[in-house]
């Protein structure tokens, strides 16, 4: 395993961290399940685990909280808050009524006083960026968070909140955690050279892209990952966008194949070869997923095999840019663009 430095923190992460979408429900994973995969993921060199409280509904808080009791000084430990946790209106978004309560929340699940990233899930619209910096800034100073992070966030809105700290004097986003893979390579073009220019650590998420680059994935067979079932429309081989993905992967399990790596190495590899990236996150959803992707740990891709992957997705191309994360909300409502 190698380890980076987590933006200008200080703290040394391993280039594969572990993500606990999958524990639970999402995923179907049991606690001894969970628990193993932990295990096994740090005893593998890892040590940063992320997870959020939306995953399953909190249930993906406590099992991790449980499978990390006896250790936890030795894990970088992360979550997220912002997204929906039910119907009330108000528990959800960056405010301060919600991020203080919520964080309360997350901290009793996962059995801790302390996380050491707090990060927002997705960019809330609806609130400033100095009301929710002025709170995390407040929770910092009360130790119950160490650092704070964003996710999924837009490049200007990056930028936006580093300057709302800088002249408020709030505590700033130290990472940022993008959607990254060599499928979907649009944060190249605005979202990697601003957290670079701001000295960000970056936590890259699904870059497997969502199954795609698992190796499961292939023509002729049939899809049925779990990922597959749950957004069939992202795997729908009637889509234009899907088959010009499947035709992508075809050519670069050629590439892996050449190489002598799997898809998986190749995928992985590639992600944590950017210089803007601190760690890729992977969500196995059981010990044989893990432990393929743990085979990727100290891959390093030599100059040709990037080339060779620039010639099938040009860099900073989104092969499916309908499934961006960080698209402006005026340009999916259009009474935002028209009123």
Known sequence: M?????????????????????????????QDEVTAIVDTALAGGIN????????????????????????????????????????????????????????????????????????????????????TLSALTDLQRAGKIRYLGSSTFPA????????????????????????????????????????????MGVLAWSPLASGWLSGAIREGREISTNRSGVLPQRFDLTRPSNRVRLEAVERLAKVADQAGLSLIQLALGFVVAHPGVTSAIIGPRTLEHLESQLAAADTVLPADVLDAIDGIVAPGTDLAPEEKHDTPPALLDASLRRR
Do not use: C
């Not at 933006?7 to 994973?29: D, E, K, P, W, Y």
């Not at 909190?58 to 990390?68: D, F, P, R, W, Y």
């Not at 936890?72 to 959800?92: F, W, Y």
């Open 48 to 131: 940063l685990i992320d997870t959020a409280d939306m995953y399953s509904g909190g249930e993906s808080e406590k099992m991790v909280g449980k499978a990390i009791a006896s250790r936890r000084e030795d894990i970088v430990l992360a979550t997220k808050a912002s997204m929906p946790m039910g119907d009330e209106r108000n528990h959800q978004g960056a405010s301060r009524r919600w991020l203080v309560t919520e964080l309360d929340n997350s901290l009793r699940r996962l059995g801790v006083d302390h996380v050491d990233l707090y990060q927002i899930h997705r960019w809330d619209p609806k609130t400033s960026d100095e009301e």
């Open 2 to 30: 190698q380890y980076r430095t987590l933006g200008r923190t200080g703290v040394q992460i391993s280039t594969l961290a572990l993500g606990a979408m999958n524990f639970g429900a999402i995923g179907r994973t049991t």
């Open 156 to 199: 200007y809105r990056i930028v936006q909140a580093q300057w709302a700290a800088r002249e408020h004097r709030f505590s700033r986003y130290v990472t940022e955690q993008p959607s990254y893979s060599i499928l979907q390579r649009g944060v190249e073009t605005h979202v990697l050279p601003v957290t670079e220019e701001y000295g």
